[in-house]
């Protein structure tokens, strides 16, 4: 008997093509009246593929045994619902750790020697008139990680190589790991050049880079977010960088993304970034490949793969 699954947004079309292969797969997003439709066919769905999914959608999914989420990220997803319902959650972990990470180096390179602004120098007929100036250099500066997991980890060792020191703040201590820990975040800011957030989002973290753990960076620090725009106190980081309380901010998360403050467009010192961590093919592919294995492990009956509850 065939497995029905629903899809509420666009995959990537190697993965919807992979799903299409093995289950009947429904296209919520793309069903005009979406209302009638759950009510009349959603004690069929066993499956969700995919993110963004509330305990509304779960209320009309009885018989939903899975959730299986495209991204290593699952705050968009009500993991206390999903459990009080007994349905399983799986993520794509570890695929996507090195784009990121590769992400996060661009981006500090970038803003330390302003990339961007010198390309747009260049093609605007600046540099006959002089010189771009003189700037920065990662080398020999400490940078604080806010979340050594597996992603963290990999820029950890990619900044080693750029001849940095390597400091980090979590919700705990990892014994094993060759990096000085603050138990303090702003304490960390304090004595970093440059803070990298890449710690998970959610209720736990909203906002943990606040005003003072940014001013505790200073002048000549610089803030990088590759994890949630909501880890950081936006309105502060906006306001200290048009004050000068900041030195610099590469960006590739916001709050309301894809909506972006107006303000950040006419600062030279922020890098900004369409949220492109995973950006690549290799590893898009990687995760919708992810994402259907642990389906298919599901419905045989067999361990998951990458499983949140």
């Known amino acids: 008997m065939t497995i029905e699954i629903l899809q509420t947004h666009k995959l990537l079309a190697s993965c919807e093509a992979a799903l299409a292969e093995r289950y009947t797969?429904?296209?919520l997003h793309e069903?005009?009246?979406?209302?009638g439709w759950l009510a009349a066919n959603g004690a069929r769905i066993r499956a969700h593929a995919g993110s963004g999914v509330q305990a509304d959608l779960m209320d009309k999914l009885p018989n939903l045994e899975i959730i299986a989420s495209f991204g290593v990220g699952y705050d968009n997803i009500d993991i206390a619902g999903a459990k009080a319902r007994n349905i399983r959650v799986t993520n794509t972990p570890d695929v996507l750790n090195d784009a990121v990470a590769e992400l996060t180096v661009g981006l500090m390179i970038?803003?330390?020697?302003r990339i961007p602004q010198s390309d747009q120098y260049v093609r605007r007929g600046k540099w006959p008139s002089g010189n771009f100036g003189l700037l920065s250099e990662l080398t020999g500066k400490t940078v604080g990680i806010l979340g050594l997991g597996r992603i963290g980890k990999e820029i950890a060792t990619r900044l080693q190589a750029m001849k940095m020191r390597v400091v980090y703040h979590g919700r705990r201590q990892q014994p094993h790991t060759p990096y000085i820990y603050y138990d303090d975040l702003e304490d960390m800011a304090r004595d970093s050049d440059w803070l990298v957030v890449i710690a998970p989002g959610g209720k736990g973290t909203e906002g943990i880079v606040s005003r003072q753990v940014l001013e505790a960076l200073g002048p000549d620090g610089y803030v990088v977010n590759v994890a949630?725009?909501?880890?950081?106190d936006e309105p502060s980081m906006l306001e200290l960088l048009q004050n000068g309380g900041l030195g610099g901010a590469a960006l590739d998360v916001f709050v309301d993304e894809p909506e972006v403050p107006e303000a950040f467009m006419h600062l030279q010192n922020v890098v900004l970034s369409?949220?492109?961590?995973?950006a690549t093919h290799q590893?898009?592919?990687?995760?919708?490949?992810?994402?259907?294995a642990n389906l298919d492990r599901h419905f045989a009956r067999e361990p998951l793969i990458s499983a949140v509850v």
């Open 228 to 232: 949630r725009g909501t880890l950081i």
């Open 110 to 113: 970038s803003l330390a020697r």
């Open 25 to 27: 797969v429904h296209k």
């Open 283 to 292: 590893t898009r592919d990687a995760m919708g490949a992810l994402l259907v």
């Open 31 to 35: 069903i005009e009246h979406k209302a």
């Open 274 to 278: 369409p949220h492109q961590g995973s």
